[in-house]
């Protein structure tokens, strides 16, 4: 099938893309990589009088450390991009790590984390990922800029708190100062595919607290969960029961299982589908926190100290 007619504009600003959402209203819709809305439009599961393409404006791409321990990335910033980048790798590890588990990589190399984070499809990694780092989404509207927290900017079924005639400009992610560990670990039925259940997993040590090494307590847990939802979610309970607990006390197997467990407290309107009950995305769900805890709670506690260099990692599926 083909799109239903649309008019086609390509600003060259953020400011010009704006003001065109501003004066098209509701007929007109965003479009960067298309890697979601194109398929929708050729379905004709959806249409738009007007498609206002801000994939090619130069402001909206690149990854810049700037001070404060930030690292700023541009909406338009494609998912190849973000992969192939020693900066996020080195200073951002979980996106990194997430990325290959995106779709295939055609998609990456169109797709970008504006896009991922605008659809907001709660299986999806990077909004999961921007939830467990409190990643700061920021925007452009003719009202001015905007600095949106990840757990804010989530509401609910593919929808996000961006107003009409708002554009997502960028995301910023706090570097963590001290030694930190990282994980991945998801579930799909085939490589490529949206993920049954899935978790992010960040947690940094507090080196300052007077005890060194496995002994240091978790200063902070981020578990961003995904395919659990109608949103991707933050395991609050999870975390909340690991903070301030030394980091020797956290690796056995069995208080990872008692981490996954506790991740799964309190969730509500979990999915069920052709893909899996919803007790099925349940026991897996905990099954991959467990597995992500277990690799983010070692790397943390060998991790070079803060102002050193470290080795590099690479996130992997979970059971492999």
């Not at 708190?161 to 085939?190: C, I, M, S, W, Y």
């Not at 259940?197 to 060194?212: Q, T, V």
């Amino acid at each position: 099938m083909k799109p239903a007619p649309f008019d086609y504009h390509a600003p060259g600003s953020a400011k010009e893309a704006v003001e065109l959402l501003a004066e098209l209203g509701d007929g007109a819709k965003l479009i960067a990589g298309g890697q979601s809305l194109v398929p929708l439009l050729a379905l004709r599961l959806t249409s738009f009088e007007h498609l206002v393409d801000v994939g090619r404006i130069p402001g909206l791409r690149g990854i810049e450390a700037t001070p404060g321990r930030v690292v700023w990335i541009g909406a338009g910033t494609t998912e190849a991009a973000i992969g192939r980048s020693p900066a996020v790798a080195a200073r951002v590890p979980l996106l990194a790590r997430a990325t290959p588990f995106i779709g295939h990589f055609q998609i990456r190399n169109r797709g970008t984390i504006g896009g991922s984070l605008a659809h907001a499809d709660a299986a999806a990694e990077y909004p999961a990922v921007a939830l467990a780092l409190d990643a700061v989404i920021r925007t452009l509207s003719p009202r001015g800029e905007r600095s949106i927290p990840a757990a804010e900017f989530f509401t609910g079924i593919w929808s996000t708190a961006l107003e009409p005639d708002e554009l997502l400009t960028g995301v910023a992610f706090r570097v963590p100062a001290g030694r930190a560990g990282f994980a991945v670990a998801e579930f799909a039925r085939r490589p490529g595919d949206f993920a049954v259940a899935g978790a992010a997993i960040a947690i940094e040590l507090d080196d300052r607290s007077g005890s060194a090494g496995p002994d240091a307590p978790v200063s902070r847990c981020g578990i961003g969960l995904f395919g659990l939802g109608p949103t991707p979610l933050r395991a609050s309970a999870a975390e909340a029961s690991v903070v301030g607990r030394a980091a020797r006390d956290l690796t056995t197997d069995a208080s990872a299982r008692d981490i996954g467990h506790a991740a799964m407290a309190g969730l509500a309107s979990i999915p069920s589908d052709l893909h899996g009950s919803a007790a099925y995305r349940q026991r897996v769900a905990a099954s991959l926190v467990k597995t992500a805890w277990q690799r983010a709670i070692t790397e943390a506690i060998t991790a070079a100290p803060a102002g050193e260099p470290g080795q590099a990692h690479h996130g992997e599926a979970a059971g492999d």
